[in-house]
C-alpha cells in the first residue's frame, strides 16, 4: 500500500499552460526593446522566476539596464501578462487535470500547488480549480527558485504531511530536481528524455490514475 498522503502540483505545464501568455508578454517586451523572442526562447525560461527570466532575455538581445530600469521592465511584463491572464476559463485546464484532482480529493488525501508564479491564486480562481486545493504555496511566499525544494517543502509543511509522504508532479527538470532535494516522489509530466529523474513519467495528468501511486 502507497505511503503517499498528499499530492503537491506545480501549476504551468501540469494543471494549466499560461506559457503562451508568458511568450505574449515577453515577445511584447523584446520588440519594444528592439530585438525579437521566439518559442524556443520561451522553453528556456520554464520554471525560472521573473527576474531571472527578464536578465537572460536582456542578455540575448545584448542590451543593458539599470537595476531600477530592470525592475519597471518586470512589472510592465507582469502587468501585461495578469491582464491576459484575467481572461482565462475552464477550458484552458489541460486533459484531465480537473479529473484527477477530483479523484485526489475523493481519494481522501490532501492537495497543495506549489508553484513559482505570482498569480496562481488568480489564475485557480479563473478555472474554476481553487476549491481542488488545501494549501497554495506560490512565488508570493518562497524566495527560492526550483531547484530549491523550499517552494515544496513549505508545501509539505503547511498540509502537515511529511515529504517522504508527498509526491510532486512537475513538468521542468528544475521542479523534478528541487522535489528530489526535499526527499519526496515525483511524477513527470512531460517527455522522459527530459525528466528521466522522475520516479514516473507521463504524458499528462489523462495519463495517471490515483490507484498508481500504489506502486511507488
Known amino acids: 500500500m502507497s505511503q503517499i498522503r498528499a499530492c503537491i502540483f506545480d501549476l504551468d505545464g501540469v494543471i494549466v499552460d ?32 521573473r527576474v531571472q527570466s527578464l536578465e537572460l532575455i536582456l542578455g540575448w538581445g545584448g542590451v543593458e539596464k539599470t537595476p531600477a530600469e530592470k525592475l519597471e521592465l518586470a512589472t510592465r511584463k507582469n502587468t501585461w501578462y495578469v491582464e491576459m491572464i484575467q481572461a482565462m476559463t475552464p477550458d484552458e485546464i489541460l486533459p484531465g487535470a480537473k479529473e484527477f484532482l477530483q479523484e485526489v480529493k475523493a481519494a481522501g488525501l490532501k492537495s497543495a500547488l506549489g508553484s513559482a508564479s505570482k498569480n496562481s491564486g488568480l489564475i485557480l480562481e479563473r478555472t474554476g480549480l481553487l476549491p481542488f486545493f488545501d494549501v497554495i504555496i506560490d512565488g508570493n511566499v518562497v524566495s527560492a527558485s526550483k531547484p530549491d525544494p523550499e517552494v515544496f517543502l513549505k508545501g509539505a509543511e503547511a498540509l502537515q504531511i511529511p515529504p517522504q509522504q508527498c509526491v510532486v508532479f512537475e ?29 514516473v513519467v507521463v504524458s499528462g495528468l489523462s495519463a495517471f490514475r490515483v490507484n498508481m501511486l500504489d506502486a511507488l
Open 18 to 49: 499560461t506559457a503562451v501568455y508568458h511568450y505574449r508578454a515577453w515577445k511584447r517586451l523584446a520588440n519594444e526593446l528592439g530585438f525579437d523572442f521566439t518559442e524556443e526562447d520561451n522553453e528556456k525560461l520554464k520554471g525560472i522566476s
Open 171 to 199: 513538468d521542468a527538470l528544475a521542479g523534478v530536481q528541487a522535489a528530489r532535494a526535499g526527499g519526496m516522489k515525483v511524477i513527470g509530466i512531460g517527455s522522459p528524455e527530459i525528466l528521466g529523474d522522475a520516479d
